[in-house]
């Protein structure tokens, strides 16, 4: 119940005590936040029977009827509305509403975070609103400027490149070291700037050194290959340890040894 009710009501929304680093402006933004949510959205659920005069009327979410008597849930905030206890839920994420508390926009409920939501974007590193006029987006989320930091190394990358792991940002350099994928050719990772060929899950440099054949070393870009124990082959020919200049040799060979001497 704690842990739900962090996740649904975090204390950062409404409360400056809970924040951090935040300007004199900011401070006063979020007060003035939070007195206008609670003035005008927020709400508790009453647990009670459906009245007679509610009789076959719909549950506001799943919309089958609540007979009189049937336990139900109503919210002061949006009428003569009733939900089955199971259908009381943030409208964004479906969680049950932790101690049925709820906050109402334009007829639905919703827990705080998903309210806040609503009306300001949330920093993915702190997870407190932002209430900058600029923030950082990627991935469809969102950032204080001064929290845009590698994920592995923490340095700020506002204006650097980067590449997105796991929804979160990584420097190029942290993410070579740690996450490129190694080409099964050359063994080096796979850089942010290099093209990138992949087969049955393996990976390689798609340069022509080492996207190839393994045996005959003919590139195999946009080329039909086979593949032998993570080795790449232009053939079958050359999968079997052959290239297709010693298989015509060896053809000939044949040939030789088998046509008659002319003394016979």
């Not at 190694?182 to 390689?204: F, K, M, R, Y």
Request: a neutral charge.
């Amino acid at each position: 119940r704690a842990r739900a009710l962090l996740q649904q009501l975090p204390p950062q929304d409404c409360d400056e005590r809970y924040c951090s680093d935040l300007a004199e402006e900011e401070r006063r933004q979020l007060r003035a936040f939070s007195a206008r949510r609670r003035r005008e959205a927020l709400g508790q659920g009453l647990a009670c029977p459906v009245p007679g005069p509610c009789h076959g009327c719909p549950c506001k979410k799943c919309g089958r009827k609540l007979n009189k008597g049937d336990p139900g849930i109503s919210a002061s905030r949006l009428g003569d509305q009733f939900w089955h206890p199971s259908c009381f839920s943030c409208h964004f994420c479906h969680q049950p509403l932790v101690d049925l508390i709820y906050f109402q926009q334009d007829g639905r409920i919703y827990c705080g975070r998903h309210h806040a939501e609503l009306f300001r974007p949330r920093c993915a590193s702190c997870d407190q609103l932002i209430f900058m006029e600029e923030c950082i987006e990627a991935e469809g989320r969102r950032w204080h400027l001064e929290h845009f930091c590698c994920l592995e190394c923490d340095v700020p990358l506002r204006g650097q490149r980067y590449v997105m792991k796991s929804g979160r940002p990584c420097c190029r350099g942290c993410f070579e070291s740690l996450f490129a994928e190694p080409c099964q050719a050359c063994g080096d990772p796979i850089g942010v700037d290099s093209e990138e060929a992949t087969h049955q899950g393996l990976h390689w440099h798609a340069r022509a050194a080492c996207f190839c054949c393994s045996l005959c070393r003919k590139p195999l870009h946009g080329q039909p290959l086979t593949s032998r124990r993570g080795r790449l082959f232009c053939s079958e020919t050359c999968s079997l340890g052959r290239d297709a200049s010693s298989t015509a040799s060896d053809s000939s060979d044949s040939a030789i040894a088998s046509a008659p001497s002319p003394d016979s």
